[in-house]
């Protein structure tokens, strides 16, 4: 089956736009997961779904980050007036449920270069 | 706090050589662990992954992980490295809360002719 997509695969914008990233999971997984990659910080956690709600949004690095889950599937992450700090790739990662046993399946990412 | 630390950034390995990369782990209970590899380009492939029992975890590509707790470890080993395996490998912990990982920073492997 298909595995877990992202769109865009690269995004290029200017200091100060808007820009939403998309994650569509693996159908049928109830746990979704965003985290970010990026030179300085490495490979970080960001926010959790589990369904459409968001238990643990303890990575969102400022207020300029929210993200929102419909239907229990797709996935939004919007960065409000982006700096260039956050140039970094976007990754969304899915597993089945919230299970510690279970692998979290990754897309291909998002790089966002911010000028 | 869950913290993994991977020493090694770069190792440069003759391909058909052993390998070993490195990964030790901070944890207070028994550690839900993770071995991930990154192609360019590409996202995270699952190459194996241990939560009990035997302690040498078998994965994909001929890859294989020894835990040990007394020290803290969970070592990535391969014994015939090919051209192909060139790539960014991350260890990573599962955290008890909300099961998001915790990574290394990664090591990345050179494979030389």
């Known amino acids: 089956g298909a595995g877990v997509s992202q769109s865009p695969s690269n995004k290029v914008t200017e200091k100060g736009k808007d820009v939403e990233l998309r994650c569509d999971p693996i159908s049928g997984h109830t746990a979704l997961y965003w985290y970010r990659q990026s030179l300085g910080q490495g490979l970080e956690f960001l926010i959790y779904f589990q369904g459409n709600s968001a238990p643990d949004k303890s990575g969102l690095p400022s207020d300029r980050f929210s993200a929102e889950r419909t239907g229990g599937s797709v996935s939004t992450l919007t960065i409000q007036r982006t700096q260039q700090e956050d140039s970094a790739v976007y990754l969304c990662?899915?597993?089945?449920?919230?299970?510690?046993?279970?692998?979290?399946?990754f897309g291909p990412g998002t790089r966002l270069l911010v000028l | 706090a869950q913290s993994v630390t991977q020493p090694d950034i770069h190792i440069t390995v003759s391909e058909g050589a052993s390998l070993e990369l490195r990964c030790n782990y901070s944890y207070g209970a028994t550690p839900y662990l993770f071995w991930y590899v990154q192609s360019p380009g590409q996202g995270l492939q699952l190459l194996l992954k241990y939560f009990s029992g035997d302690t040498l975890v078998q994965g994909i590509k001929g890859f294989e992980a020894e835990f040990k707790r007394s020290q803290s470890s969970f070592n990535l080993r391969k014994p015939s490295v090919h051209w192909s395996d060139a790539a960014e490998y991350f260890c990573?912990?599962?955290?008890?809360?909300?099961?998001?990982?915790?990574f290394g920073t990664g090591t990345r492997l050179l494979v030389s002719p």
């Open positions: 990662a899915s597993s089945p449920n919230q299970s510690r046993q279970e692998t979290q399946y």
């Open positions: 990573a912990v599962r955290d008890t809360g909300f099961q998001k990982l915790v």
